[in-house]
T-cell receptor
Framework: GAVVSQHPSRVICKSGTSVKIECRSLDFQATTMFWYRQFPKQSLMLMATSNEGSKATYEQGVEKDKFLINHASLTLSTLTVTSAHPEDSSFYIC????????????FGQGTRLTVV | GNSVTQMEGPVTLSEEAFLTINCTYTATGYPSLFWYVQYPGEGLQLLLKATKADDKGSNKGFEATYRKETTSFHLEKGSVQVSDSAVYFCALSDQGQNFVFGPGTRLSVLP
């Protein structure tokens, strides 16, 4: 099956700094990628939909200036958490799929962000 | 809008016990239904799926049947193992590309 590679798997940063998370589609060209956030013992919450070559679409309540998404190529999308705060500590996961509604979504390994 | 509801966890079972995790959904169209599994510290992996009514998805001893009349997609396994301990997410995908996930059910299997 398709592989989505997410990097880094874990990152610890200081408050006020920025962190970039990369999501790569290794097997196919992904015109759309999804970024999720998962709080401890909770489900995935969609943050934004990243479209290659255009602006990302953010879900209600997600600050687009804080969570910068770039999808410059068909195989790479990045999420940058700017001016990180401890409350941004979470598990971030990207995913993509090959188009049809009945196809599965492929997920990255996730990134555990801890802001100290 | 679309939504997925799962039974609340955590669920704790002894090895070789029978497992059922209930999942019901609300959708405007004819969604595809999925079960994903998340092991500690990892991303989600597809466990099984069903794309139309009465389809049965199965994998690794797990099964789920797409029941349109009850809008359900309950996950079952006849004999669980310790290695099945994980969080299980029911999800649907409608006409668009996005997924809607249930809250997840944590399963702990004791030896």
């Amino acid at each position: 099956g398709a592989v989505v590679s997410q990097h880094p798997s874990r990152v610890i940063c200081k408050s006020g700094t920025s962190v970039k998370i990369e999501c790569r589609s290794l097997d196919f060209q992904a015109t759309t990628m999804f970024w999720y956030r998962q709080f401890p013992k909770q489900s995935l919450m969609l943050m934004a939909t990243s479209n290659e070559g255009s602006k990302a679409t953010y879900e209600q309540g997600v600050e687009k200036d804080k969570f910068l998404i770039n999808h410059a190529s068909l195989t790479l999308s990045t999420l940058t958490v700017t001016s990180a705060h401890p409350e941004d500590s979470s598990f971030y996961i990207c995913s993509t799929k090959q188009g049809r509604r009945d196809t599965e979504a492929f997920f990255g390994q996730g990134t555990r962000l801890t802001v100290v | 809008g679309n939504s997925v509801t799962q039974m609340e966890g955590p669920v704790t079972l002894s090895e070789e016990a029978f497992l059922t995790i209930n999942c019901t959904y609300t959708a405007t169209g004819y969604p595809s239904l999925f079960w994903y599994v998340q092991y500690p510290g990892e991303g989600l992996q597809l466990l099984l799926k069903a794309t139309k009514a009465d389809d049965k998805g199965s994998n690794k001893g797990f099964e789920a049947t797409y029941r349109k009349e009850t809008t359900s997609f309950h996950l079952e396994k006849g004999s669980v193992q310790v290695s099945d301990s994980a969080v299980y997410f029911c999800a649907l995908s409608d006409q668009g590309q996005n997924f809607v996930f249930g809250p997840g059910t944590r399963l702990s299997v004791l030896p």
